[in-house]
């Protein structure tokens, strides 16, 4: 059992969320990291972790650093006109990273990735389940029209997941030409030029029907 009620001292209890939560996700990746997991081995009741990261998913942006809350993101992406959500993706991100704190951190992220197999573990699955695969999952269509169409729910479902990573495959090439490579052409291009030309592609992994 997590002890109960708050630890004496908020920023001790909140660096012992993030240390034990870096621990977890680094591990066990992901999906398999639980809040009550994080709570537990933070000797922490689950109930703090919410109280000072609202959830999983922003818990994780926390221990990578992320200047921005991932769900308020999507939310307003998949919110917005359904036809021009590929555009949309591809300004938000910019918009997040191409600042000179956020270049450094996505730089940082990016190196982590490539050399270590834990941090390539924990950004994958952030990106296909709380990223793209969330828009994805707004996005779909009724499961009725998926059988209709002939398609099992597996199916469907295993379509969604290619249609994220996809998706996803196409946003971290634009970052490691833009953040890693530094190709001067992708460097210099504006939001409005790299949004033209990019968003009509995961328009049509995020979007189809449209």
């Not at 922490?44 to 990261?53: M, W």
């Not at 590929?86 to 990016?110: K, P, Y």
């Amino acid at each position: 059992m997590s002890p109960r009620g708050r630890r004496p001292g908020g920023v001790d209890t909140r660096a012992a969320i993030l240390t034990a939560a870096r621990a977890d996700f680094a591990e066990q990746g992901y999906d398999a990291t639980s809040v009550r997991g994080i709570a537990r081995r933070a000797e922490v009741d689950p109930a703090l972790v919410h109280h000072y990261f609202g959830g999983k998913a922003k818990l994780f942006a926390a221990v990578l650093d992320i200047p921005a809350d991932p769900a308020v993101l999507i939310g307003a992406i998949v919110h917005g006109p359904r036809e021009r959500v590929g555009e949309a993706l591809v300004r938000t991100f910019l918009s997040v990273w191409d600042s000179e704190e956020g270049r450094q951190r996505f730089q940082a992220l990016l190196r982590s990735a490539v050399t270590h197999d834990e941090a390539t573990l924990m950004l994958r699955e952030f990106l296909t389940r709380e990223v793209f695969g969330r828009v994805m999952r707004e996005l779909a269509p009724a499961a009725g029209r998926s059988e209709a169409a002939g398609r099992s729910k597996v199916a469907a479902a295993r379509e969604l997941e290619l249609r994220a990573g996809l998706a996803a495959s196409q946003m971290i090439g634009l970052a490691v030409m833009r953040y890693i490579v530094e190709l001067p052409a992708v460097v210099g291009a504006s939001h409005d030029e790299l949004a033209a030309m990019l968003g009509p592609t995961l328009q049509g992994y995020l979007a189809p029907d449209d």
